[in-house]
């Protein structure tokens, strides 16, 4: 009888060891679908408000702003019209005031 009782507590113990195991990867998972989400928004948003980003954005909207301005086919310059308002007239508060004004007179154009 005694060794019964030594029999099953083993495979009891390994059992809740095992359970112990799986409840620690589901706490895992599901601490990590809640926190990751809102640890990569945090980056993304330290990421935007680099010098580096915020630079090139503003390089990258000079040089479309330029191709707008010397385009001479009218639908092509509709076309770029609008990629230039869909890429950044959501960030339009981070460029410079030269841009701010080229991003306000095309919002008034679509109009």
Excluded at 5 to 26: D, E, P, R, S, T
Aim: glycine share 6%.
């Amino acid at each position: 009888m005694k060794v019964w009782k030594v029999i099953l507590g083993g495979i009891g113990l390994f059992l809740l060891v095992i359970a112990i195991g799986w409840g620690g990867q589901a706490y895992d998972l599901l601490y990590y679908s809640f926190w990751a989400p809102r640890y990569e928004s945090v980056k993304r948003d330290v990421f935007k408000q680099t010098y580096s980003y915020t630079q090139g954005n503003a390089q990258e909207a000079r040089n479309y702003m330029m191709r707008i301005i010397v385009e001479k086919d009218p639908n092509a310059k509709i076309c770029l019209k609008d990629a230039y308002l869909h890429q950044f007239a959501n960030d339009k508060k981070m460029f410079p005031q030269e841009i701010q004004d080229f991003i306000s007179q095309l919002q008034r154009e679509q109009q």
